[in-house]
């Protein structure tokens, strides 16, 4: 399976898509005047790894894990 993320900014949108063997399959819109943390990228290291779910926490820099799922 190929999986591609493909980014376009500008100064006004960020847009990034993501796909798999060429189909869409999530899409993210961000402006600079809305602030959030979700579908933003971050620099992070994994802190603890849950097998028994499939997921991850991330320590990303803030007081709390971010929780990463498969």
Do not use: C
Not at 5 to 29: M, Q, W, Y
Not at 36 to 62: E, P, Q, S, T
């Amino acid at each position: 399976m190929k999986k591609e993320i493909l980014i376009n900014s500008t100064s006004k949108e960020v847009r990034i898509a993501i796909t798999e063997d060429g189909k869409l399959v999530e899409l993210f819109f961000e402006s600079p005047d809305l602030s959030r943390n979700v579908g933003d990228l971050y620099w992070g290291k994994v802190a603890k790894v849950m097998h028994g779910i499939r997921a991850a926490f991330i320590n990303i820099g803030f007081p709390q894990d971010a929780f990463l799922h498969r």
